[in-house]
Nanobody, 116 residues
Framework: VQLQASGGGLVQAGGSLRLSCKASGTVFSQNTMGWYRQAPEKARELVATIRGVGRTNYADSVKARFAISRDNAKNTVYLQMNSLKPEDTGVYYC???????????WGQGTQVTVSS
């Protein structure tokens, strides 16, 4: 499985970004797709997940500000991030978790920096 994330960048607080992650080498619809992030000197944490049928889950810190979605025809998962805060700064990683593989797959990460 290969995951290619894109869409990160530098944005001012209150701004928006949209991350994309395109998957290959897997039956995309069978995967629960997720976004995780890691801030400097902190552990990687869950941001949001979306199951193949569309059920979503969010970290409390991003609820009502972020929205995860997927396009199974394009093998792509998105993360729309609104009302960004400096504490949202970090490297955002895409994750694909299938019941048919022994371990989840990770993308290379995309940097998101929110300035105050």
């Amino acid at each position: 499985v290969q995951l290619q994330a894109s869409g990160g960048g530098l944005v001012q607080a209150g701004g928006s970004l949209r991350l994309s992650c395109k998957a290959s080498g897997t039956v995309f619809s069978q995967n629960t797709m997720g976004w995780y992030r890691q801030a400097p000197e902190k552990a990687r944490e869950l941001v949001a997940t979306i199951r193949g049928v569309g059920r979503t889950n969010y970290a409390d810190s991003v609820k009502a500000r972020f929205a995860i979605s997927r396009d199974n025809a394009k093998n792509t998962v998105y993360l729309q991030m609104n009302s960004l805060k400096p504490e949202d700064t970090g490297v955002y990683y895409c994750n694909a978790d299938s019941p048919f593989t022994p371990a989840p797959a990770w993308g290379q990460g995309t940097q998101v920096t929110v300035s105050s």
